[in-house]
């Protein structure tokens, strides 16, 4: 079945570092979508790519949709200890039933 | 907008009961998914409903069912509770258009433990 290998599975920064992370699949998507979840909290949506090639920001964060399709990056930069969390990364397909499948997730810790 | 509502927040059971979530979608919002989440398996798939409809569903044993009512709200219900079923569980709506299930937003959870 369709799996999204995300990487690395944790990281541990300095304040002020940049930080990437990303997301890669033998399967093709149509949509790839990056979440935040905090503790006891449900991801929140930070960017979301519906075109190959595309590159979008938000504030501090900018994530491209792979020209294959199969691919995704996350970047962070100048990161603070808000940062903190667990980065999701997730793929939607129509290919085959609509399906939305989730990376297992970076955790990032920042440390001031 | 409000975003996505989940009721309870919390919940404590003994295993053999049963238990049932609710989950209220972004208003205008037809999809709505549900996920389990446990620390050592990540986002585990449910199911999907659309328009009152099971659309998709995951690998989950029948004693996890759902519904959805007209309005898109929707309830997932779990029979015969197991010590593994302790997890936190996530709904997530999705608006109309692109195809449908493409823009999840989850709301904050409901923490079931299972004793």
């Known amino acids: 079945g369709q799996q999204l290998n995300q990487s690395p599975q944790s990281m541990f920064i300095q304040e002020g570092e940049d930080v990437s992370m990303n997301c890669t699949s033998s399967?093709?998507?149509?949509?790839w979508l990056w979440y935040k979840q905090d503790p006891g909290e449900g991801p929140v949506l930070l960017i979301a790519l519906y075109k190959a090639g595309e590159l979008t920001s938000n504030g501090r964060l900018t994530a491209q949709f792979g020209i294959t399709r199969k691919d995704s990056f996350l970047n962070i930069s100048a990161s603070i200890p808000s940062d903190v969390g667990i980065y999701f990364c997730?793929?939607?397909?129509?290919?085959?039933?609509?399906?939305?499948?989730f990376g297992a997730g970076t955790r990032l810790f920042v440390k001031a | 907008k409000a975003g996505v509502t989940q009721t309870p927040r919390y919940l404590i059971k003994t295993r053999g009961q049963q238990v049932t979530l609710s989950c209220s979608p972004i208003s205008g919002h037809r999809s709505v998914s549900w996920y389990q989440q446990t620390p050592g398996q990540g986002l585990q798939f449910l199911f999907e409903?659309?328009?009152?409809?099971?659309?998709n569903k995951g690998n989950f044993p029948g004693r996890f069912s759902g519904r959805q009512f007209s309005n898109s709200r929707s309830e997932m219900n779990v029979s015969t509770l197991e010590l593994g079923d302790s997890a936190l569980y996530l709904c997530?709506?999705?608006?109309?258009?692109?195809?449908?299930?493409?823009?999840?937003?989850f709301g904050p959870g409901t923490r079931l433990l299972v004793l």
């Open positions: 409903y659309f328009s009152e409809t099971q659309r």
């Open positions: 399967s093709i998507f149509n949509t």
């Open positions: 997530a709506s999705s608006p109309e258009g692109r195809g449908g299930q493409e823009t999840q937003y």
């Open positions: 997730a793929g939607f397909s129509n290919t085959g039933g609509f399906k939305t499948i």
